[in-house]
């Protein structure tokens, strides 16, 4: 049985965790295939990876299993969690980094990790990722019964992702929300869903204004070459939510904006 390992961390690339997680997995699980979805996360950014598990996972197979490893407290009496949500399995600590999988609609189980015959020993305690979680990953793989991992959780007792939701005045026809999150080109995405903007603007988006920091911009786009190279513009981006960019730029350097900036939407006056 080959099954899909994908793995998302903030180790970076230039030491060898990242590689020696994939030598213990392929060590228990040869027929594993690992799929590297980042190893660029902020360091210790819980919020920046929550989104993007949450945002990929369903790009995949299901049954694919999904080891997410930042972990600021690890060594601490946080838990480790095994969580069952939407077909897929989700390895990584009880921190929220996990949290957005946690939603009724997404959620089918959740199992607190204490299979110590799975761990590699001696155990560290700075490195649970190679140690507990990528042999636990390995052996699921290779079909153990997510059962078997530990005691039974339940949902409402693991830690969520804390964010701020966007405010939407249908009166006065304004939305007003925050960056959440930069990638590696330096588009700018918001906690402002495009199902918000088709319901409060329709296909008036186009006629829209969005104001971050002192910068406002004309027009929600449909895409990045709508806009000259070097301008800024407003889309809605692959992750369903509208982001801030600048073709063939970076949004985040010229605009001197980041994690938790006020984003508003309105229409003009006519």
């Given at each position: ?59 995949f197979p299901d049954n694919t299993i999904h080891l997410v490893i930042v972990d600021p407290g690890v060594g601490s009496n946080r838990k480790l969690i095994l969580l069952q949500a939407e077909g897929h399995f989700f390895l990584g600590p009880d921190n929220g ?174």
């Amino acid at each position: 049985m080959s099954r899909i390992i994908t793995l998302t961390t903030d180790f970076g690339l230039e030491d060898e965790y990242v590689g020696v997680m994939k030598g213990v997995i392929l060590a228990r699980a040869p027929q594993a295939t690992i799929v590297d979805l980042s190893h660029a996360i902020e360091r210790q950014n819980i919020r920046q990876a929550a989104l993007l598990i949450k945002s990929a996972y369903r790009f995949f197979p299901d049954n694919t299993i999904h080891l997410v490893i930042v972990d600021p407290g690890v060594g601490s009496n946080r838990k480790l969690i095994l969580l069952q949500a939407e077909g897929h399995f989700f390895l990584g600590p009880d921190n929220g980094v996990l949290g957005l999988l946690l939603e009724a609609e997404y959620f089918q189980a959740a199992y607190e990790v204490q299979c110590e015959q799975y761990y590699l020993t001696p155990t560290s305690a700075t490195f649970h990722g190679r140690d507990i979680l990528a042999p636990v990953a390995a052996h699921l793989a290779a079909g153990l019964d997510p059962a078997a991992a530990g005691l039974v959780i339940a949902r409402q007792t693991l830690k969520k992702t804390e964010f701020a939701e966007a405010i939407i005045d249908s009166v006065q026809a304004t939305i007003t929300g925050e960056i959440t999150d930069k990638d590696h080109f330096g588009n700018l995405q918001t906690n402002i869903t495009a199902s918000s903007l088709n319901n409060l603007y329709g296909n008036e988006k186009s006629t829209a204004s969005v104001t971050i920091g002192n910068e406002t911009i004309a027009g929600i786009q449909t895409a990045y070459a709508h806009k000259a190279p070097g301008e800024i513009l407003a889309l809605v981006g692959s992750r369903g939510v509208l982001e801030i960019a600048v073709n063939r730029g970076n949004a985040a350097t010229l605009l001197d904006a980041g994690i938790g900036d006020e984003v508003t939407i309105n229409i003009p006056p006519k």
